[in-house]
T-cell receptor
């Protein structure tokens, strides 16, 4: 089955700096890669996703890059703000058939943005 | 348009009791997924259901756990004879169809077994 490794487990940055979180996956058939943000005691919220036919996707201060050959993808947050502080999870799945919503999650990265 | 609704938000059970967790998908969604999150861990897939059908239950423990999504009413995740290790947050997500639909999660049910 799929295995997703996420690094770092904790990340501390100063407000305004950039933050990068990296994930690797093992199943070459995976082709859908969402990122979720989870605040303490709350539900995971989808912040951005990318499919394997695209190498990069950007949404305001958030971008995701995908390297299918190396089987890794990364989340980039620019101009970080204290409200970006949360746990971030990457995930992977195979789009198509019955596997689309069967996400395999990474272990999470605790991001702390210091004012 | 209300999101995925889960209840109860918090559930306390003593060891050996039964826990019933409910999930109402977003309007128009017929696919439901259940995930479990142990403290300080990522979410783990449990089961994928469509109305009246279990599509994939590969993540469900073989004993004590069951799930259903009847023609009418919410999806139910049932845990019989709960043990302390069942304490976790259980999240439900729904999608309108199986493909190309990002998953949006409900607020979860936090189960505590005493």
């Amino acid at each position: 089955g799929e295995n997703v490794e996420q690094h770092p487990s904790t990340l501390s940055v100063q407000e305004g700096d950039s933050a990068v979180i990296k994930c690797t996956y093992s199943d070459s058939a995976s082709n859908y890669f969402p990122w979720y943000k989870q605040e303490l005691g709350k539900r995971p919220q989808l912040i951005i996703d990318i499919r394997s036919n695209v190498g990069e996707k950007k949404d305001q201060r958030i971008a995701v890059t995908l390297n299918k050959t190396a089987k890794h993808f990364s989340l980039h947050i620019t101009e970080t703000q204290p409200e970006d502080s949360a746990v971030y999870f990457c995930a992977a799945s195979r789009a198509g058939g019955t596997s689309y919503g069967k996400l395999t999650f990474g272990q999470g990265t605790i991001l702390t943005v210091h004012p | 348009n209300a999101g995925v609704m889960q209840n109860p938000r918090h559930l306390v059970r003593r060891r050996g009791q039964e826990a019933r967790l409910r999930c109402s998908p977003m309007k128009g969604h017929s696919h439901v997924y259940w995930y479990r999150q142990l403290p300080e861990e990522g979410l783990k897939f449990m089961v994928y259901l469509q109305k009246e059908n279990i599509i994939d239950e590969s993540g469900m423990p073989k004993e004590r756990f069951s799930a259903e999504f009847p023609k009418e009413g919410p999806s139910i995740l049932r845990i019989q004879q709960v043990v302390r290790g069942d304490s976790a947050a259980y999240f439900c997500a729904s999608s309108p169809r199986g493909e190309n639909s990002p998953l949006h999660f409900g607020n979860g049910t936090r189960l505590t077994v005493t």
